[in-house]
Nanobody, 128 residues
Framework: QVQLVESGGGLVQTGGSLRLSCAASGRTFSSYVMGWFRQAPGKEREFVAAISWSGGRTYYADSVKGRFTISRDNAKNTGYLQMNSLKPEDTAVYYC?????????????????????WGQGTQVTVSS
């Protein structure tokens, strides 16, 4: 079992930045792919970014490419999502997720149904 706890959400103006954290506990986090998803009111949960167990490979949704950066520190059992140049359409509840990596291609992990563990979510609101 892996427990995930997100933090770092909040209210920010358009163009601002936030850094989300995902603290993991339980089994060895370093063998797990970590992903970030988001869900806006009335919309389905959508993929944001994923990072391989080593941190060497990343994959982003087109909507956040060039603005968001996913990273991880396995020594601290923590993953991060740095969000820059935020837009009102980035407003959502952000979730981190984890699953033991079995497929080499990081793009495989853009689907919510491949993840085994989820955090409770953190609200990000971008005002215009």
């Amino acid at each position: 079992q892996v427990q995930l706890v997100e933090s770092g959400g909040g209210l920010v103006q358009t163009g601002g930045s936030l850094r989300l954290s995902c603290a993991a506990s339980g089994r060895t986090f370093s063998s797990y792919v970590m992903g970030w998803f988001r869900q806006a009111p009335g919309k389905e949960r959508e993929f944001v970014a994923a990072i391989s167990w080593s941190g060497g490979r990343t994959y982003y949704a087109d909507s956040v490419k060039g603005r968001f950066t996913i990273s991880r520190d396995n020594a601290k059992n923590t993953g991060y999502l740095q969000m820059n140049s935020l837009k009102p359409e980035d407003t959502a509840v952000y979730y981190c997720a984890a699953v033991e990596q079995h497929v080499y291609s990081i793009s495989y992990y853009n689907r919510a149904d491949v993840y085994a563990y989820w955090g409770q979510g953190t609200q990000v609101t971008v005002s215009s």
